[in-house]
């Protein structure tokens, strides 16, 4: 159910409890251990029926499921209908669906509880390179930051003779991110030394709201610890953890409250409410 030939990727379709849903592999590969993501990985599972064709039976609650479906969609943000009182059935669905977190969440002590939300920037400057990793165990994070960093990429030198020229000056192209999994970003800056036939020489980083376009490893990191201590992240703690490539680690904590938002009423509603506020003025006034 991945991408076929380098293609976009395929929608699949889900029957829950007589329901009908459809959506994206990577939707639902979002949290990679769960029963969700294997199903469309091919793991054979016994409460997972496949149909073929992308297709798949869930005997589940299928109103319970869309909560679930929504939650994956919104980078692990959970949008509860106004009056939701089904907290104990849909923790049990996210237990069965293998979303650990959002079990966590619907828990009785997890719905007023802040949790801490880590993040780990590992740093190696080498010949005039930077190197960067992000991990964040909260994925949302992890594509919010990948939002924010554009890699831009240039030309290198041209040769001839043995002598060295400078091309015309070129737009910068942007390039995207490495993403070894939902929680991780990879990148890095600096001069590049490619091999015959590689196209690249130089690599950029500009993180947004900065609008300037980095080199420079150093400055680069400057930039991105001040982003991240202005995003509400503290600095915990500071080590090397290869004292011969002299890898840095910065691990950072944000303390956030539970990712549970109720849908507000409908405009509609709202309005009556505040008329039928009005009127009640009035008629003490009267």
Not at 62 to 81: H, I, K, M, S
Not at 84 to 104: N, V
Not at 212 to 238: A, E
């Amino acid at each position: 159910m991945s991408r076929g030939n380098g293609g976009p990727e395929q929608p699949v379709t889900l029957n829950v409890g007589g329901q009908q849903f459809s959506t994206l592999p990577s939707t639902l590969r979002r949290v990679p251990d769960s029963r969700l993501a294997r199903m469309v990985d091919g793991v054979a599972d016994g409460e997972l029926k496949p149909l073929g064709g992308g297709h798949f039976f869930l005997d589940r609650d299928g109103g319970l499921f869309a909560l679930v479906l929504d939650y994956l969609r919104n980078g692990e943000q959970l949008c509860l209908p106004s009056g939701f009182r089904d907290y104990q059935r849909l923790q049990r669905e996210a237990e069965f669906y293998g979303l650990p977190a959002l079990a966590d969440l619907l828990a009785p002590e997890g719905r007023l509880r802040p949790r801490a939300e880590l993040l780990e920037l590992r740093f190696l400057l080498q010949e005039g390179r930077g190197y960067f990793r992000l991990f964040c165990s909260q994925s949302g994070t992890a594509e919010a930051l990948g939002a924010r960093i554009v890699l831009f990429v240039s030309e290198p030198p041209q040769q001839s003779d043995g002598a060295v020229w400078a091309a015309p000056q070129r737009p910068l192209v942007p390039v995207p991110l490495q993403r070894p999994s939902h929680h991780d970003l990879v990148f890095q800056c600096g001069t590049d030394f490619p091999a015959p036939g590689e196209q690249f020489g130089a690599r950029y980083v500009s993180i947004k709201p900065d609008q300037r376009k980095l080199i420079n490893g150093t400055n680069v990191l400057g930039l991105l610890i001040d982003i991240l201590l202005k995003d509400g992240f503290r600095l915990v703690s500071t080590r090397t953890v290869s004292s011969e490539e002299k890898v840095e680690c910065y691990t950072f904590e944000r303390m956030k409250s539970p990712d549970v938002f109720v849908v507000t009423e409908s405009d509609k509603v709202e309005k009556n409410i505040v008329t039928q506020i009005k009127q009640t003025r009035t008629n003490r006034r009267r």
